[in-house]
């Protein structure tokens, strides 16, 4: 393989070993990783990616046969696909990855139940994942860390000097893509002084930073969405959800995550994709019987008389008053694990009434 940026090889370029005329290829796989004549890293995320999706729709079988939790099935993502997803990270990932991140998405969605045009940042804040870059930007400079270490005749820190020396001059490399990671959270200092004493420590530091600015970033998304103006009023911390970890019915978890994140069929949703103005998603049942109210979730569970026997049995069992946003709001936020039974139940019988009367 030849290395060069653009340009394609003259004619008369030939390559000879030992007398032998040597292949040119435009492609070669070394331990797992794929490089490229134009020194690009996209064909071997694409590659990880691809891998990495293969293997998730195995765990995700295995997690459906199995009925596990929620809790597990991020555990085995973590375990299982997570570490081909990000493999030799250390090389190239100094930088949120579109292709990898997406696998991510997808398995969440598959195990939540989700469509796939539900929004990201709701499906990431219900399981509490943080983005795979968090992970990977921290190996990138835990490697670096290793290679400054090094004994100055080792080729990884004679490699490195180069590295140095051509981002002195402008030019952009792996060394850079470090460079701009730890000046980005704060961390100049440790490249200014090209080391650090209490390596342990200040990897810690740097993940939680990365961490918080990704949470940060989380919180920016889902409050910048208009359809996701109820859900930011009872979610508003990057955590796994308690209903995802509590022994509940499958289906029932299902609806009421479907519920939360508005991946649903209710009026303020389904009006969203119509185009159609918010006053005017209005509840087709409370239509009929001469009243004008916007189905939206706080509708669903608090107004809307065609679910007021299943109301009823909500308010028997969670012992609450449900009669106005507030309530709305704290059984939407609790943490009991009574009330939340009693809140998907209704939410999945709720969904499964409105589907059979109006489609």
């Known amino acids: 393989m030849v290395f060069r940026k653009g340009c394609q090889l003259r004619s008369y370029e ?4 030992k007398g032998k005329k040597l292949e040119v290829v435009n492609m070669y796989k070394y331990l797992g990783i794929f490089f490229t004549p134009a020194m690009s890293w996209w064909r071997a995320r694409l590659y990880l990616s691809k891998q990495g999706e293969k293997a998730m729709m195995v765990i995700y079988k295995f997690v459906i046969k199995c009925s596990l939790n929620f809790d ?3 555990e085995l993502f973590d375990k299982a696909i997570v570490p081909i997803l990000t493999y030799g990270s250390d090389i190239w990932g100094y930088e949120s990855v579109e292709m990898i991140e997406k696998v991510q998405l997808k398995y969440c969605k598959l195990i939540l139940g989700c469509s796939r045009s539900s929004v990201n940042g709701a499906v990431l804040g219900e399981l509490g994942r ?3 870059y968090v992970g990977t930007m921290v190996k990138c400079v835990k490697y670096w860390l290793k290679v400054i270490s090094m004994n100055d005749n080792r080729n990884p820190k004679i490699s490195y000097k180069t590295l140095f020396d051509l981002d002195h001059y402008g030019y952009t490399n792996w060394a850079s893509n470090v460079k701009k990671i730890l000046f980005r959270y704060g961390f100049g200092h440790v490249w200014i ?3 650090v004493a209490q390596e342990q420590v200040f990897l810690f530091q740097l993940k939680q930073r990365i961490a918080d600015c990704a949470c940060q970033n989380w919180h920016e998304e889902v409050n910048g969405m208009s359809k996701l103006e109820t859900y930011c009023v009872f ?3 990057l955590v796994l959800e308690k209903y995802l970890t509590m022994k509940l019915n499958r289906k029932h978890a299902r609806s009421l995550c479907k519920f939360r994140i508005s991946n649903h069929n209710l009026e303020i949703e389904v009006g969203r994709h119509r185009k159609i103005e918010r006053g005017l ?4 049942y409370c239509l009929e019987i001469g009243e004008r109210k916007v189905e939206d979730e706080f509708h669903v569970i608090v107004e809307c008389s065609l679910y007021e026997d299943l109301r009823n049995v909500l308010k028997t069992n969670t ?3 449900i009669g106005n946003y507030y309530s709305f709001i704290q059984i939407m936020k609790s943490k009991d694990e009574n009330i939340i039974k009693a809140v998907a139940a209704f939410i ?3 969904l499964c009434r409105k589907v059979s009367i109006y489609g």
Do not use: V
């Open 72 to 74: 597990r099935a991020l």
């Open 319 to 321: 012992g609450k008053s």
């Open 130 to 132: 943080l983005p795979l």
């Open 281 to 284: 998603r209005l509840c087709k």
């Open 14 to 17: 030939n390559w000879f070993f």
């Open 235 to 237: 979610k508003s911390e």
């Open 193 to 195: 002084q090209q080391g």
């Open 348 to 350: 999945h019988c709720a």
